[in-house]
């Protein structure tokens, strides 16, 4: 059973970073068979697409966000990360990791989800 | 705007069968599999059914997905009070090289 965690600050203010880590266990981030990606739903909404990421460090930033949103992998730490900047009320969401399945397939594991709210 | 098109809402009554529809075009749908999840409410989505048609183990098989051309449809046969949720279709799109979601569709149990 693959687990994926989120974990970061909670509240966020405006202007500032949104740094976020996914931890998997029962998996490894280094599996050439998978991608690992955020994606975001804000309150009431549906679901966003943010960013996928490689073990090999290859990545890909829905065009919406891409000027402010970085990905990174940890691979000796079995995680993945997501850095979003310039942060406005906008962005408050639950912000979820989840494992994409090879390519141009989707996602068969999520984390919980963390709810980050962006206010001063 | 999504890519990707689903009615926004859904119902039916107990052991009744309903179908959500997702509409796309051939960069999306008509090209790739379709993901289908179930986001009960207040958790993380969940996937029902992948590669069109296939369910997880553990997914009852009241649930079933199908596709046809740039049309996927999936099917909720013998209707639950526990099947209240929201429903995503998601495939992959080549314009983007990035998956993408519908837009959700709230299904009620009446």
Same mark, same amino acid.
């Given at each position: 059973?693959?687990?994926?965690?989120?974990?970061?600050?909670?509240?966020? $203010?405006?202007?500032? =970073?949104? !740094?976020?880590?996914?931890?998997?266990?029962?998996? #490894?981030?280094?599996?050439? /068979?998978?991608?690992?990606?955020?994606?975001?739903?804000?309150?009431?909404?549906?679901?966003?697409?943010?960013?996928?990421?490689?073990?090999?460090?290859?990545?890909?930033?829905?065009?919406?966000? $891409?000027?402010?949103? =970085?990905? !990174?992998?940890?691979?000796?730490?079995?995680?993945? #990360?997501?850095?979003?900047? /310039?942060?406005?009320?906008?962005?408050?969401?639950?912000?979820?990791?989840?494992?994409?399945?090879?390519?141009?397939?989707?996602?068969?594991?999520?984390?919980?989800?963390?709810?980050?709210?962006?206010?001063? | 705007?999504?890519?990707?098109?689903?009615?926004?809402?859904?119902?039916?009554?107990?052991?009744?069968?309903?179908?959500?529809?997702?509409?796309?075009s051939s960069s999306n749908?008509?090209s790739?599999?379709?993901?289908?999840?179930?986001?009960?409410?207040?958790?993380?989505?969940?996937?029902?059914?992948?590669?069109?048609?296939?369910?997880?183990?553990?997914?009852?098989?009241?649930?079933?997905?199908?596709?046809?051309?740039?049309?996927?449809?999936?099917?909720?046969?013998?209707?639950?009070?526990?099947?209240?949720?929201?429903?995503?279709?998601?495939?992959?799109d080549d314009s983007?090289?990035?998956?993408?979601?519908?837009?959700?569709?709230?299904?009620?149990?009446?």
């Amino acid at each position: 059973q693959v687990l994926l965690h989120e974990s970061g600050p909670r509240l966020v $203010k405006p202007s500032e =970073t949104l !740094s976020l880590t996914c931890t998997v266990s029962g998996g #490894s981030v280094t599996s050439g /068979s998978h991608y690992w990606s955020w994606i975001r739903q804000p309150p009431g909404k549906g679901l966003e697409w943010i960013g996928y990421i490689y073990y090999s460090g290859s990545t890909n930033y829905n065009p919406s966000l $891409k000027s402010r949103v =970085t990905m !990174s992998i940890a691979i000796f730490k079995n995680q993945f #990360s997501l850095n979003l900047t /310039s942060v406005t009320t906008a962005d408050t969401a639950v912000y979820y990791c989840a494992r994409g399945i090879g390519d141009y397939e989707g996602f068969d594991y999520w984390g919980q989800g963390i709810l980050v709210t962006v206010s001063s | 705007q999504s890519v990707v098109t689903q009615p926004p809402s859904a119902s039916g009554t107990p052991g009744q069968r309903v179908t959500i529809s997702c509409s796309g075009s051939s960069s999306n749908i008509g090209s790739h599999y379709v993901y289908w999840y179930q986001q009960l409410p207040g958790t993380a989505p969940k996937l029902l059914i992948y590669r069109n048609d296939q369910r997880p183990s553990g997914v009852p098989d009241r649930f079933s997905g199908s596709k046809s051309g740039t049309s996927a449809s999936l099917a909720i046969s013998g209707l639950r009070s526990e099947d209240e949720a929201d429903y995503y279709c998601g495939p992959w799109d080549d314009s983007l090289s990035a998956p993408v979601f519908g837009g959700g569709t709230k299904l009620t149990v009446l």
